[in-house]
């Protein structure tokens, strides 16, 4: 394959790949409500002459190729927002109070444009590209909901691949940065710590439990794990974000409740951390005469690069970027510029525990130029000329590693 003449296609689908996803920026939902963004999704694919098909609550699945026997190959983009006020200057900025401040549009208009360049190739597609848009990522629910459905069988995936694109990288962009093999994001755990007083008049504390007290102890004696429990070189975060409790300044409330979130890179610092955050909550409260429970809601595992997948998409990235326009994360070490690890989970974590798979970083915004805010702010923005480069990686890291496992 030519790739400077595959570059050259994925260029020409510029404007087209643009609009779509500037139609899909002003078109946000969050979670499995994401009715306009599907119905649009759907019907471009149609467009495309596939066939695409309903996948768990509001995913989708689709396929190219199957001209020639050969393997399956999966590609992932996800279509949800956050629930965020978005106060970036954009002219096509959305107005429902949801907003793509992670650069969900961006993943979905490019994989778009990659089904538009892989059904121009597709006689030469050597097995099956398969297609999976899916919702609810942020909320680390989609990815399981659509495995739950069926999405790695008929026909049965044998290799996947991500791609995210990054705000404040310091590089062109359409940069390519190809994760090291192992883990390269961590695991994530939400949770609620509800905290049972007896609620009472301020004045008379004697007749009451003050939920505060035992909630203010618990939240100092969290912090505590990660100080005196975890080794030196064991990387975890336990957050908590939110605390609430009563509605008068003289009255001690009858409950309080904290919420917040723990990342970790293995699964025992996942397993231990959390058993000692519900200890440590429900003992505490104990000792201040309240009751503490503790649910944890949605998450998501460690997020596993395979190995030989990595030095695939490592060669190809090169092949169709050059040496300027792709690193691996050790060439980026020896260069000073970090290690492989990413503090944001990703719920694509979910199918690389079952199938061999792979998370790509896309450049989308130098912060010299304008791009400064990260991921999941309100003023966050993305650089569009990265768009024909993601469309092109897509669709060649596909075709190659089928062509390579025939």
Known sequence: MNTEEFRLEAEALRETVLQERRWLHRHPGTGFQIEDTLAFVK???????????????????ALVGGKKPGKVFLLRADMDALPIREEAEVDFAARNGNM?????????????????????????????VKLMFQPAEEI?????????????????????????????????????????PGVSAPAADYFEIRVQGKGCHGSMPNNGVDPLTA?????????????????????????????????????????ATMGGSIRTFDEESRAFIKSRLTEI???????????????????????VNDGALSECAGRYAKELLGKEGAFTVAELSAMGGGGSKSAGSEDFAYVSQQVPS???ALAAGQPE????????????????????????????????WLEEHK
């Open 140 to 180: 680390f629910e989609g990815s399981q909901d659509m495995l739950q459905a069926g999405l790695l069988e008929n026909p049965k995936v044998d290799a996947a691949l991500m791609i995210h694109v990054m705000a404040g990288m310091p590089f062109r962009p359409g940069t390519v940065v190809v994760s090291a």
């Open 358 to 360: 792979l998370m790509l």
């Open 43 to 61: 019907e471009e694919l149609t467009a495309m002459g596939l066939e695409p098909r309903d996948c768990g609550r509001a995913g989708l699945v």
């Open 215 to 255: 909630a203010a102890h618990i939240l100092i004696a969290l912090q505590e794990i990660n100080a005196r429990e975890l080794a030196m070189g064991e990387r975890a975060v336990l957050t908590i974000g939110t605390m609430s409790a009563g509605t008068a300044a003289n009255a001690i409330p009858d409950a």
């Open 100 to 128: 793509h401040a992670c650069g969900h549009d961006l993943h979905t208009a490019m994989l778009l444009g990659a089904v538009r360049l892989l059904k121009a190739h597709e006689e030469e597609i050597c097995g099956t």
């Open 281 to 303: 909550s429900e003992y505490t409260a104990r000792a201040f005469r309240a009751r503490a429970t503790v649910t944890f809601g949605s998450g998501c595992p460690t997020l």
């Open 369 to 400: 130029k304008g791009y400064q805010y990260p991921q999941h702010h309100p003023m966050v923005k993305f650089d569009e000329s990265a768009l024909p480069t993601g469309s092109a990686v897509y669709a060649y890291m596909a075709l190659r």
